[in-house]
């Protein structure tokens, strides 16, 4: 397998993915803007993917184009997804001198088995309508998201997700869903998002199971990439890494948050696991 090839398969199957979710998709000089009007207040539906290389290019620049598409949406976020890692360290810098935050993320891919077999029978596959109340419980416990009509419009996502061929994965305690992970797929590509664990249930492996059991779907259904997104400098990359995946490339995010509190970013492109490596 070969990381240069495998990823640009990967940014291929995002692009493809961001526009079928996408109500609008608007090229700029340097990329493509995905916006979708029915979810203003999720971050990871409107935002800017400069595709291009950037040389000379300054981040003012970018987040004028920022202002002026997601601003002229009625947007008060602004977000910036630089594909190419040379272009997004470069950039670091200026971005967080106009108050944008930065992620620096991992692009990781199915490479290996586990390092351990888990117990994959504690996971199961569960409608839209199922998810979407456990979602919600996350959301509202998330520190960023800010009101509950923010919660409430981030879980109902799931549902313009599902639409587009999204599965569903979650792992119970005491009947109650603690862990839960999304899988989408297609052209044999998949990819693995939004994993989270409740606290109250962490550390008893259920993210590794639901990551795994997304993967052997994913794997079943004739997929042969499976791909995740890292945060480089959080613990999950390592439990990750326990699990088979190896980095294959990265990307950068920048946000600008809105002045008042909010926070509707849901992990959507960049997971959270609910399990520290041990």
């Known amino acids: 397998m070969n990381a240069s090839s495998d990823r640009e398969r990967v940014i291929e199957f995002v692009r493809s993915h961001e526009e079928r979710l996408a109500t609008h998709v608007e ?20 935002f800017l993917w400069a595709t291009r290389p950037l040389e000379g290019v300054a981040a003012e620049t970018l987040a004028a184009e920022a202002d002026r598409i997601l601003g002229g949406a009625g947007l008060s976020h602004r977000e910036i997804i630089v594909e ?9 810098a200026g971005f ?36 979407i109340p456990a979602a919600a419980t996350v959301y509202r416990r998330m520190p960023y998201t800010g009101s509950e009509e923010i919660a409430r419009s981030l879980a109902d996502y799931k549902r313009a997700l599902a639409a587009v061929g999204a599965r569903f994965f979650v792992a119970r305690v005491d009947g109650e869903i603690a862990s839960m992970c999304e899988l989408y797929w297609g052209n044999r590509v998949a990819q693995v998002e939004d994993v989270c664990t409740l606290e ?29 997104f890292a945060d480089r400098s ?8 326990r699990l088979g995946f190896g980095p294959i490339g990265r990307c950068f995010s920048f946000v ?23």
């Open 27 to 46: 090229p700029f000089q340097w990329g493509t803007a995905y916006l979708d009007a029915r979810y203003p207040l999720r971050w990871d539906s409107n």
């Open 84 to 92: 190419h890692a040379a272009d997004g360290e470069r950039l670091v």
């Open 96 to 131: 967080a001198n106009l108050g944008y935050e930065c992620e620096d993320l991992l692009v990781m891919a199915l490479r290996r088995e586990p390092d351990r077999p888990r117990d994959l029978a504690v996971v199961e596959e569960v409608d839209v309508e199922t998810f």
């Open 200 to 228: 109250e249930y962490r550390g008893r492996g259920l993210a590794a199971a639901v990551v795994l059991r997304a993967a052997r779907e994913a794997r079943q259904a004739g997929c042969d990439l499976v791909f995740l």
């Open 234 to 241: 959080d613990w999950p990359k390592h439990l990750y890494a």
């Open 256 to 278: 600008l948050q809105p002045a008042a509190p909010a926070g509707p970013k849901d992990g959507g492109r960049f997971p959270q696991a609910g399990d520290p490596p041990t």
